[in-house]
């Protein structure tokens, strides 16, 4: 019991540390692939060492010792022959070990910047980069990486070696882009970082609506990157409506796990914690002075609901505000799909019907959900209750998801009363 206890505590220390360590590790040996693996080996010292001689008061920096003290042997074992490492070449021969050690060290949050813009490289595909950054950053296993999408353990495991060689093959440096590229490249983080928010708040498959290890890390590296690049609004503004939509998880399902939706939640149950750090990430954002991005924009319709006490005091004009801004900032058929919620809240179901009929016809949403559970929904508020029983079907044949299947089908059972 003595030794699951305490290998308990040293995965809890390896989850914490392992991103600083492997980001420091990738900055001396300039390949991800390996400094993974020169992690990996000091957490299994430690696995040997610490249930013997106990967790020493400073277990990451012991790790990172270790870690350290591996490289430094790597690259003599290697003879740094290669010509990428001559730099550290002249800076051995010229230095005292620990002073080397210091200065290839550099800031550990340099360095995990440096890491996450690495992991969330473009020639990666998303769900490479998903999976690469909760490994790397997240410390992950690949079976919780495979248990959190309920993918096959060794599908995860070749879509994270893949990456690395992607990567390696590639040529991408261990950098932050140069202003040229930065934008670009801060675009594909936020992007990995919101999908993998996505897919925990609403899992696409399974018996379950939510997967809190998802959001969970998505929100860690969210505030971690907006503690590492403090004046970029759309990180902010990313923060604030992963908090925000977050505060809400004990609402959106009852004690049987089936979904209650937004307009039905006990709005007590909703995190005033997390909506108030929500509000303080969105202030940042707009106090930067930049005109809102598509995450700023989504985060302030966030703010409007969890501004009000009850449904009947939601701002839906402000709301229908904000998702026209949404249009063209980041235009969508999502985004647009929507607006259309917003405009039937302000002028009628049909208002909102029209809109969601001209998105029949795009290719983007042919087998997405919502858009038949939106147009059933507006059906029914139109008294057209045999055209929502079908919409409501069809929705229902199209998730994967056990809870919102069960939810589109008594919606459907509903509109035959």
Known sequence: ???????????????????KIIAVLARIVRDIGVAEDLAQDSLVIALEVWPVSGIPNNPGAW????????????????KLLDQKYEHMTYEMNTLHEPDWMDAIEEDIGDNLLRLIFMTCDPVLSKNARVALTLRLLGGLTTEEIANAFLV????????????????????VSFEVPRKAAFTERLSSVLEVI????????????????????????????????????????????????????????KARTNNKGEIVLLMDQNRSLWNQEQINRGFSSLKKAEDLGVTLGMYGLQASIAACHANASSPKETDWERISALYDALVEV?????????????????????????????????????NYHFLQSVKGNFLLQLGRKKEAFDEFQRAASLTHNVQEKK?????AEDCME
Request: proline share 3%; glycine share 4%.
């Open 152 to 171: 096959n353990e060794t599908t995860i495991a070749q879509r994270i070696v893949r990456a690395k060689r992607t990567l390696a093959a590639a040529n």
């Open 407 to 411: 939810l589109l089908l008594k919606q």
């Open 330 to 366: 980041a235009p969508s058929p999502v985004v647009e799909l929507n607006r259309a919620v917003a405009i039937s809240k302000v002028y009628g179901p049909e208002a909102g019907l029209e809109i969601v009929d001209s998105l029949l016809l795009d290719s983007a949403l042919k």
């Open 1 to 19: 019991m003595k030794d699951f206890s305490i290998h308990q505590r040293i995965e809890a220390v390896w989850k914490k540390e392992s991103a």
């Open 194 to 249: 919101y999908l993998m928010f996505n897919e925990g708040y609403s899992a696409s498959s399974g018996d379950k609506l939510i997967r809190t290890n998802l959001c969970e890390e998505a929100l860690r590296i969210g505030r971690l990157l907006a503690e590492l690049i403090p004046k970029e609004p759309e990180v902010h503004g990313l923060v604030a409506l992963m908090e925000i939509q977050a505060s809400r998880f």
């Open 63 to 78: 790790l990172m010792t270790v870690a350290k003290r591996k490289a430094i042997d790597l690259l003599r074992r290697k």
